[in-house]
């Protein structure tokens, strides 16, 4: 069983910066595969981005360049640096961990455990 808890979201002007954070319970941390999805209001949840537990990572192409996951196993904490923010990013943003196979990487329900949310909004 694994807990997770997302902190680090807020307003941020276009052009601006945010640090999320993942914090996780569990001693089988390092062996999950993480990722953070997206829901903004009326549409799906997306996949943004995914770090295996090889450290191999991926991005869905409209983040790519913008922003960076990584992970901390001595600290069982995922994180996701977020750059050159535009208004098309605001959307609540999930932790999830699971471990899925490599084609299902950006399925959500490839994922067992998900955080309850934290809301990104970026103004224009």
């Known amino acids: 069983q694994v807990q997770l808890v997302e902190s680090g979201g807020g307003l941020v002007q276009a052009g601006g910066s945010l640090r999320l954070s993942c914090a996780a319970s569990?001693?089988?941390?390092?062996?999950?595969?993480l990722a953070w999805f997206r829901q903004a209001p009326g549409k799906e949840r997306e996949f943004v981005a995914t770090?295996?537990?090889?450290?191999?990572?991926y991005y869905t192409d409209s983040v790519k360049g913008r922003f960076t996951i990584s992970r901390d196993n001595a600290k069982n904490t995922v994180y996701r640096q977020m750059n050159s923010l535009k208004p098309v990013d605001t959307a609540v943003y999930y932790c999830?961990?699971?471990?899925?196979?490599?084609?299902?990487?950006?399925?959500?329900?490839?994922?067992?455990?998900w955080g309850q949310g934290t809301q990104v909004t970026v103004s224009s």
């Open positions: 770090i295996r537990w090889t450290g191999n990572t």
């Open positions: 999830a961990a699971g471990r899925p196979i490599q084609s299902a990487l950006t399925d959500t329900t490839a994922y067992y455990y």
């Open positions: 569990g001693s089988t941390f390092s062996s999950y595969g």
